[in-house]
């Protein structure tokens, strides 16, 4: 049974076997929670099927958060995307997707969070435009979700995905890390380009701080999200070109705990610095909450 606290030995065990990440985890937790294929895989289809909705959902045009700080940025980037853009409707779809269900998100609604819910948008916005704008099986995205997770196991077992311990980069950059792996397997990469992917999207962001407005996962959050859709894909184009990654992936996450645990608490999700400190971030926080 695999423990997740190496993705090089997920990728030594998927290689040696002659098959994917996703199907090494499958019949893996299959075995240690003594359940089905079947059911697991129905249970990821059902985590699929969320994470349409709250892209659907989320990308309303009068869709408002609580507070107000967010919402209506993902409908309007559905709508400029039909123009093309800059780097086409097929990215800008994405960032669509990603700003659609962290919004949802911020306005209580259901999601799921992967790893969190702070970044909840960047599986979603990647895994599902290559489902849906590529035309690629359900199954395949499916299948995916499982390579993430796994990945994302990993993470939080070396080192975290927690805002509070390590800084946004532990929740957009895990986020980010295990999109960048799951849109690698879509592709067809092998299981060690998974891996440079994964370690290539975490360097790509390491160092990024949780400074939450007002200690809500709103501003810079949802914004984050999109951010975090751009480096996934940079880093599974590079990875599927065959690049790799200098630095082996289990070192990079070794360093992002380290990076994490050298983070000043102002900068862990208290609200206390960062953005959060600016005066328009303070006066946002009087306003909201009457302090």
Same mark, same amino acid.
């Given at each position: 049974?695999?423990?997740?606290?190496?993705?090089? &030995?997920?990728?030594?065990?998927?290689?040696?076997?002659?098959? =994917?990440?996703?199907?090494?985890?499958?019949?893996?937790?299959?075995?240690?929670?003594?359940?089905?294929?079947?059911?697991?895989?129905?249970?990821?289809?059902? +985590?699929?099927?969320?994470?349409?909705?709250?892209? %659907?959902?989320?990308?309303?045009?009068?869709?408002?958060?609580?507070?107000?700080?967010?919402?209506?940025?993902? *409908?309007?980037?559905?709508? *400029?995307? %039909?123009?093309?853009?800059? /780097?086409?409707?097929?990215?800008?779809?994405?960032?669509?997707?990603?700003?659609?269900?962290?919004? *949802? +998100?911020?306005?209580?609604? %259901?999601? &799921?969070?992967?790893?969190?819910?702070?970044?909840?948008?960047?599986?979603?916005?990647?895994?599902?435009?290559?489902?849906?704008?590529?035309?690629?099986?359900?199954? #395949?995205?499916?299948?995916?979700?499982?390579? $993430?997770?796994?990945?994302?196991?990993?993470? $939080?077992?070396?080192?975290?995905?927690?805002?509070?311990?390590?800084? /946004?980069?532990?929740?957009?950059?895990?986020?980010?890390?295990?999109?960048?792996?799951?849109?690698v397997e879509m592709a067809g990469g092998s299981p060690e380009m998974c891996a440079h992917a994964c370690a290539i999207a975490i360097k790509n962001q390491l160092g990024l701080v949780c400074d939450p407005i007002a200690g809500l996962v709103e501003v810079p959050c949802v914004k984050? +999200?999109?951010?975090?859709?751009?480096?996934?894909?940079?880093?599974?184009?590079?990875?599927?070109?065959?690049? %790799?990654?200098?630095?082996?992936?289990?070192? &990079?996450?070794?360093?992002? #705990?380290? &990076?994490?645990?050298?983070?000043?608490?102002?900068?862990?999700?208290?609200?206390?610095?960062?953005?959060?400190?600016?005066? =328009?971030?303070?006066?946002?926080?009087?306003?909201?909450?009457?302090?």
């Open positions: 049974m695999l423990e997740y606290n190496s993705i090089a &030995v997920l990728v030594e065990a998927a290689t040696e076997q002659n098959i =994917t990440i996703s199907e090494l985890v499958l019949n893996d937790q299959a075995e240690q929670t003594e359940t089905s294929r079947e059911d697991l895989i129905t249970h990821m289809r059902d +985590n699929l099927h969320v994470m349409q909705d709250a892209v %659907k959902e989320g990308s309303v045009q009068n869709l408002k958060s609580t507070s107000g700080l967010t919402g209506g940025d993902a *409908y309007k980037m559905r709508e *400029y995307s %039909k123009t093309g853009g800059l /780097c086409g409707s097929f990215f800008g779809n994405s960032l669509a997707r990603a700003l659609a269900v962290s919004e *949802y +998100n911020a306005a209580m609604g %259901k999601i &799921v969070a992967s790893p969190t819910a702070g970044s909840c948008g960047i599986l979603p916005g990647t895994v599902l435009s290559l489902m849906e704008e590529r035309s690629l099986p359900e199954d #395949r995205a499916v299948m995916a979700l499982f390579t $993430a997770g796994a990945f994302g196991m990993v993470i $939080a077992t070396k080192a975290s995905i927690s805002g509070a311990q390590g800084g /946004c980069q532990a929740e957009c950059g895990s986020a980010s890390a295990m999109a960048a792996a799951a849109m984050r +999200n999109a951010g975090g859709v751009a480096c996934a894909f940079t880093a599974a184009e590079l990875a599927l070109a065959g690049i %790799k990654s200098v630095i082996p992936v289990d070192e &990079v996450i070794d360093a992002m #705990r380290e &990076v994490g645990d050298s983070m000043p608490c102002a900068l862990k999700e208290t609200a206390m610095g960062g953005l959060a400190a600016t005066p =328009t971030g303070i006066r946002l926080k009087q306003e909201i909450f009457g302090e």
